[in-house]
């Protein structure tokens, strides 16, 4: 029986191995036949067999790195537009930090003592140029502020620092002028000793820095009456031409930096009801032009600063704050408020009069004055603060008609509304009370 079923095994065995010879070898005497029919030219291309299909290929599963290589190949352009903007950005961002991380520190004499000396002729109680003289007496210069009255003196004695000192010079007196500024030379000249035992050092005029009040009347012209106008271009345009001349020939003696800030928001723009700032602010830079051009002969340089709005919180004060003054605006007559009333509102909102709009730190202002005394090279123009350089672009390409349709500003339509009469004073303070309690 075991000899029997072996037997049986044995010829299922062969029987298998006998079938599957035959079948190879008919699979290729027919591969054979089908290579032989498909290259003869003797029949017919319809007759001829088809070709063995070929293998679909097996896919292989990429890894990360493959797959981002693939997504990049399929969007080059995008891909290039991602690497400049991250490559822009992380240029900028460096850069940024390595301006303000590094110290920026004034020269000292060789026994350590303070040697570089800044003047800074503005209005004391002004927020710009108070953080601008106590920033620079931080970093080692010692701060001399131009003041014309006791007053404006005391202010600068408050600040309780040794090294910021107020520097009298009445610019209406030129004698008493000029006796100030003999004393003032023969300070710069003669040996300095910063203490007792210590020895004598020649003291060094880095700069000066011209400060005008920032702050400007605003409204109708009509409004604005002829001392306003007077006083403002007094006290902004022909005392800050008046110091400079006074300083002119010791700047020019100590080879110093000549800075003149100015504020460069409302002055690119020149929109309605800012006819005082745009007609100071235009003035000034014609001179700063013209004094750049004197100056520039004799190796001096002469740096404009185009200042946008900062964040003065933390020195008291808020620059370009285009706020409705109720008081002054309650002065104006009643055919005035119904003729400018609404554009006058709607341009003050633009503006940032409701204080949401934050503009840039002190410190952009700082660093750039100190570069500005400091460079070998300094630029001409500087624009520093939120809004210098987009408002000075804008104004310098972009139609009037359409800033002023960006600020708000629409054309007061029907002949009733233009004639309003005394008569009518009433409702007329009612939709002014409204659009006080709008701002």
């Known amino acids: 029986m075991t000899d029997a079923q072996q037997l049986v095994d044995y010829a299922i065995k062969n029987y298998n191995d006998l079938s599957d ?34 293998p679909a290929p097996v896919a292989i599963p990429l890894s990360y790195l493959g797959q981002a290589q693939d997504w990049i190949s399929r969007n080059r352009a995008l891909t290039a537009a991602i690497v400049a903007f991250v490559g822009t950005s992380a240029a900028l961002v460096y ?4 301006i303000h991380g590094r110290k920026r520190r004034a020269r000292r004499a060789s026994n350590g003592a303070r040697r570089e000396i800044v003047v800074v002729a503005g209005t004391p109680n002004s927020p710009i140029a108070k953080s601008l003289s106590l920033d620079l007496e931080r970093r080692g210069f010692i701060v001399y502020v131009v003041v014309s009255t006791a007053e404006e003196e005391q202010i600068v004695k408050d600040e309780s ?41 020649n003291l060094n005029l880095a700069g000066l820095v011209l400060v005008p009040d920032l702050t400007y009347p605003s409204g109708p012209i009509e409004t604005i009456s002829p001392e306003v106008w007077s006083d403002t271009l007094n006290v902004k345009v022909l005392n800050t031409i008046a110091t400079a001349q006074a300083f002119v020939r010791t700047v020019c003696d100590f080879k110093a930096r000549v800075l003149i800030l100015t504020p460069n928001i409302i002055s690119s723009l020149r929109p309605p009801f800012h006819g005082v700032e745009s007609a100071v602010v ?45 008081t002054r605006t309650a002065d104006w007559p009643a055919d005035v408020r119904t003729l400018y009333a609404t554009n006058f509102v709607a341009q003050s909102r633009k503006f940032g009069g409701d204080g949401k709009i934050k503009g840039s730190p002190l410190r952009e202002l700082h660093n750039s004055v100190f570069d500005a005394l400091t460079q070998k090279r300094p630029r001409r123009v500087w624009r520093v603060g939120r809004g210098s350089l987009v408002y000075d672009v804008v104004g310098a390409w ?21 004639h309003e009469v005394s008569s009518e004073e009433g409702t007329q303070s009612m939709h002014w009370e409204k659009i006080e309690r709008a701002v």
Not at 167 to 189: C, K, T
Not at 411 to 416: I, T, Y
């Open 282 to 326: 235009g003035a000034l830079e014609a001179f700063t032009t013209s004094l750049r051009g004197e100056l520039g002969t004799l190796g001096i340089d002469v740096c404009h600063f185009k200042l946008g709005s900062f964040d003065l919180g933390g020195v008291g004060g808020k620059h370009h704050s285009q706020t409705l003054d109720a």
């Open 21 to 54: 010879s035959v079948e190879r070898h008919f699979e290729s005497v027919a591969a054979s036949l089908r290579d032989a029919w498909s290259t003869s030219t003797w029949l017919p291309e319809a007759a001829r067999p088809l070709p063995p299909p070929r």
């Open 95 to 98: 850069r940024k930090r390595k």
């Open 161 to 201: 620092r040794v090294d910021i000192r107020p520097l009298h010079l009445d610019i209406v007196d030129p004698l008493n002028a000029q006796d100030q500024i003999d004393y003032f030379n023969r300070l710069l000249r003669n040996p300095h000793q910063a203490f007792a035992g210590a020895s004598p050092h």
């Open 398 to 418: 972009v139609p009037a008609g359409i800033v002023g349709w960006m600020l708000g500003i629409r054309r007061v339509q029907g002949e009733e509304q233009l």
